[in-house]
Nanobody
Framework: QVQLVESGGGLVQAGGSLRLSCVASGRTFSRYAMGWFRQAPGKEREFVAAINWSGGSTYYADSVKGRFTISRDNAKNAVYLQMNSLKPEDTAVYYC??????????????????WGQGTQVTVSS
């Protein structure tokens, strides 16, 4: 069983930045594909960014491309989401997800095996 713990959320003004972190338990983190998703009030959970096991491949939703950067540090069992130029529409609960198999990045929520509890990001206008 893998546990994922997110941190780094908070309240920020539009145009500001936040860096989310997700730390995973377990010794096989380096094999996992990782992803970030978000869910705003009254909306479905949506894909934000994904990274493959090595960090060599990444993919972003169009809505965050050029503003957000996903990265990972396998030595620390951690994945990060650097969020710049934040907009009010980025307000949501952000979730970290892990997939225990596969060589690629994954963009659908049902492709992931483990989820964190989420961290709130609020962007004020």
């Amino acid at each position: 069983q893998v546990q994922l713990v997110e941190s780094g959320g908070g309240l920020v003004q539009a145009g500001g930045s936040l860096r989310l972190s997700c730390v995973a338990s377990g010794r096989t983190f380096s094999r996992y594909a990782m992803g970030w998703f978000r869910q705003a009030p009254g909306k479905e959970r949506e894909f934000v960014a994904a990274i493959n096991w090595s960090g060599g491949s990444t993919y972003y939703a169009d809505s965050v491309k050029g503003r957000f950067t996903i990265s990972r540090d396998n030595a620390k069992n951690a994945v990060y989401l650097q969020m710049n130029s934040l907009k009010p529409e980025d307000t949501a609960v952000y979730y970290c997800a892990a997939r225990s198999s596969g060589s690629y990045y994954y963009t659908e929520s049902d492709e992931y095996d483990y989820w964190g509890q989420g961290t709130q990001v609020t962007v004020s206008s």
